[in-house]
Nanobody, 123 residues
């Protein structure tokens, strides 16, 4: 079973930046497309960003386009979500996900999930 270790969450001010990291263990990092999702209280988990195995394809939710950047570093076996121009409405628990197929990085698919990390943006 793939384990995803998340880090980087915290408290930031409106307009600030934060970088989340996700480090899979137990399997070859390059096998998996990686993604980030977030969940607001009382709402369903939603897609934020995804990146394929090579880094050649990326996808973003409309709500974060131009502000968030997903990337991966094979040498470090780590995927990142760089978040800039943060807004209070970005406050959520952020979950890392991994899937053997890029197109299946969706909440309804059988992703491997990280433990979640809290991101709070103060107003």
């Amino acid at each position: 079973q793939v384990q995803l270790i998340e880090s980087g969450g915290g408290l930031v001010r409106t307009g600030g930046s934060l970088r989340l990291s996700c480090a899979p263990t137990g399997h070859t990092f390059d096998w998996y497309a990686m993604g980030w999702f977030r969940q607001f209280p009382g709402k369903e988990r939603e897609f934020v960003a995804g990146i394929d195995q090579t880094g050649g394809s990326k996808d973003y939710a409309d709500s974060v386009k131009g502000r968030f950047t997903i990337s991966r570093d094979s040498a470090k076996n780590t995927a990142y979500l760089q978040m800039s121009s943060l807004k209070p409405e970005d406050t959520a628990v952020y979950y890392c996900a991994a899937n053997l197929e890029f197109d299946r990085l969706r909440p309804s698919t059988d992703n491997y999930w990280g433990q979640g990390t809290q991101v709070t943006v103060s107003s």
